[in-house]
């Protein structure tokens, strides 16, 4: 090859690269494992297989050392999604995924097919779908597009949700500048099944044929996986077409065909064709059954005859699975899927040898080792102190004015758009469906009752939760309090914490000092998970949530801040038990149950108060958090607290509020008479500090003598303080001699920011 030959073909392989988000590294070491340079179809099936999406090259030697196992975990992270026994032959199966790039691209369908997708990961395990979360980060609510990106995006989740069936009863909006390019949609979905009624994508025999179902193959989310592990730029509206389009009526006839045949036993193997479609779905399939594939391309059921091999490859069209079933089975198992108007082709067949070979137009197209194609790179990437947390110091209060009207701060922290109601949000998903919703969303944590209609009274707790504020200050903490703070949410409902799924978005993993905010956050999420006995049994790594813009004549990466969000699932054996955050009468006495330390660094008080929230915010007692959270659900098992809310953005005061006027039915207040001076704290660390290890409780102003003594006692057994700052009251929010406001007036503004 001459010298102008050279040059040429490595200009073609550098603008390749770019396109296909493989490093000139990665790319070698392809031509390398092939022999050969990849043509387009070889390198469309690396890209996707080798992106972060999928590979998870950046996070796996992390992510492996978090705990995945427990008592009552039948399947941790691999498959589909995570499996947990619920007793009685059921199992309960969980995940939650990001769809955080298409969602900036195209909030609408990116939010939409992101809760497509995270429930066809449940049914693809044989569950039927019973409840949504999802967790939303958005800009400055102040910003010009926060309220496109709100609307749109709250509009498809409510679209694929309520279309399906499946109630969305709970979740988290938050609104912070970081997020102004890069917003993040988490979708979490929760199924149930029997025990022995669980689908794997391991199962392949030889002789199985492969079997695609669903919908048509389209040219929509081609180098969706590719795109979903690169940053944002100034063109990010060009790649609309990475984005796929969902059909959510389509998804319900695919999951009753999909449970119709699987309860029929007519599948030995299924995959959701999610990220990468097609590719990941059959090497994913092949790899985890220790065989190998044939893959007829003429078969794929298409929606336009202009579509290459690698695009029938790469497409992410929604709504399609590939499955695996005896030769014998497969008429029975067509007729389920048309009597459900879906496609049911046979495209293919196991084989022995681990390589999957592609016939297109009658011939063998190409032949790709599983193993070559799977087993992608793994990186220990290099890890930095990020320069900013140098200048987080700890918090002396001492160092700012007291402010002169406690009544106008606590007002405008009530009606911050991160505190205030998101009512006007939660009202748009139909949380209701299948009447199992005993706790809706708003409130601490979801409750949902099993035995639909029946005597039965067990149940389970969902809530998703994370603090990207913290993260950035502290990742180590912020990673822990995700944990901590899902767990608080259920225990003040009565549950018990039983495992846990995550999410963890993040900047790019090639930027050092991202990648140490990652390891610390990670090491907060694994000291917690183990102290409070929560394995992480599935979950969903989002990288590179940057984008770099013009800022005068200078290209800046804009950042978000690291954000990594728990979704915890917990246990309750009678749901007629469990306890709601809001006060429920008159002359109820209202306790501080735990211990307040008093740090407001980092709070919304400190950013609002003095624009400052750039300290160090407190380390979390883990020791003392499983005995409080104990403590707490003895309290409410035994039937001796009326409320209980815990500590958390916004302080005591927001907790004191919040209780007082979120009841369905009433509206009531408090006068609280706190001495600070027993504590050490100043009034507005005691009014506004955030991270406390404490509850609000209230208990019936009718409470006997031998029932009081018994709440003493139990606190007392395990070690927790138990102190009474007041009573329940109508209409009016009092505290010591600093806050003294109108219930309605407060009730008015909470509920009227979004």
Known sequence: MD???VSAKKNDIKKTEKLFGLSAEEYGKISELLGHEPDAFELGIFSAMWSEHCSYKSSKVYLKTLPTEGGKVLIGPGENAGVVD???????????????????????????????????????????????????????????????????????????????????????????????????VNAFTIGIAKKDGIFLSSKCEVGNIVVYVGSSTGMDGIHGATMASEEFDLKKNKKRSTVQVGDPFTEKL?????????????????????????????????????????????????????ITPVEMMLSESQERMLLACGRDKFNELKAVFD????????????????????????KLYKTLSVNTVVNGPEYKRPVKKPEYLNSVKPLNIDNYKIPENFNDTAFKIITHPNIASKKSVFTQYDYTIGTATIVPPGFSAAVLRVNVGGAGKKGFLLNASGNSKYTYLDPFTGGALAVTECSRNISACGGYPAAITDCLNFASPEDPEVMWQFVNALEGIKSAALKLNTPVISGNVSFYNETAKKDGDKMTVHKIYPTPVIGMLGFIDDVEKAVTPYFKNEGDE????????GNLGGSLYMDLEYVNFMQKPSKIDLDYEVRLQNCLRSLINKGLL?????????????????????????????AVNYDTSKSGVRIDSFLFSEFEQAFIISVDKKLSGPQKTAVSEICADYGIKLEKIGNVKKGIMKINDKIDLKSDKIKEGYFSVI
């Open 642 to 670: 009326k409320s209980a809310s815990d500590i958390s953005e916004g302080g005591i005061f927001v907790s004191l509020a919040e209780s007082a006027i979120t009841s369905p039915n009433q509206t009531l207040g408090f």
């Open 86 to 184: 619920f007793g009685d032959g059921d199992v309960l199966v969980f995940k939650m995924e990001s769809h955080n790039h298409p969602s900036f691209i195209e909030p609408f369908q990116g939010s939409a097919t992101g809760v497509g997708g995270i429930m066809r990961d449940i049914f693809t395990m044989g569950a039927r779908p019973v409840a949504n979360l999802n967790s939303l980060r958005f800009g400055s609510f102040s910003h010009p597009r926060t309220p496109y990106y709100l609307s749109e995006v709250v509009k498809g989740i409510g679209f694929y949700g309520n279309c399906m069936g499946v109630p969305t009863v709970g979740g988290e909006v938050v609104f912070d500048e970081c997020y102004n390019d890069n917003i993040l």
């Open 254 to 306: 695919l999951l009753e065909a999909c449970l119709e045949a699987m309860e029929k036993k007519l599948i030995v193997s299924i995959q959701d064709m999610g990220a990468a479609g097609l590719t990941s779905s059959s090497f994913e399939m092949a790899d985890s059954s220790g065989k190998g594939m044939i893959i007829n391309l003429d078969a794929i059921p298409l929606r336009t005859s202009e």
């Open 339 to 362: 009597k459900w108007g879906l496609n049911c082709v046979e495209v293919g067949e196991v084989i022995k040898e681990k390589e999957i070979r592609f016939f297109y137009k009658s």
């Open 590 to 597: 209202i306790y501080i149950l735990g211990r307040l330390s």
């Open 3 to 5: 010298k102008d030959n």
